[in-house]
């Protein structure tokens, strides 16, 4: 199975983790899946960027991007060449390596 290394982030993330899910599953479901809880505002269907991922390591091993997933990153907070929503961005079977920005454009958080 691959391994998602996830970088640092102070509120989701503070000590950085390294969780394991299995060949087609989305980057955000492995996260949640592993309670590190990213946002996730449209509940999964690329419909906002909330849960927004930066691919530093292993980008080239996920699904490819679809026009979709394109056409609302434009709209992403912090936007990089190797940004993916994650909810869209699928495993295959490489190592990744992500990094969870720090801010989103979810003004209106559960919970919070």
């Known amino acids: 199975m691959p ?5 640092p982030h102070a509120e989701y993330c503070p000590e950085g983790a390294t969780i394991t899910a299995a060949p087609g599953t989305s980057i955000c ?3 949640l899946d592993h309670d590190i809880p990213i946002e996730h505002a449209c509940d999964q ?3 906002c960027t909330t849960c927004h991922v930066i691919v ?9 991007m679809e026009e979709n997933e394109e056409d609302m990153l434009d709209r992403a907070w912090g936007l990089e060449p190797d940004s993916r929503l994650s909810c869209q961005a699928l495993l295959r079977q490489q190592d990744i390596t992500v990094e969870i920005p720090k801010y989103s454009i979810n003004h209106a958080k559960e919970g919070k």
């Open 3 to 7: 391994v998602i290394k996830i970088l």
């Open 29 to 31: 479901e492995a996260l």
């Open 45 to 47: 269907v690329c419909a």
């Open 56 to 64: 530093r390591e292993g980008g080239r091993s996920l699904s490819e």
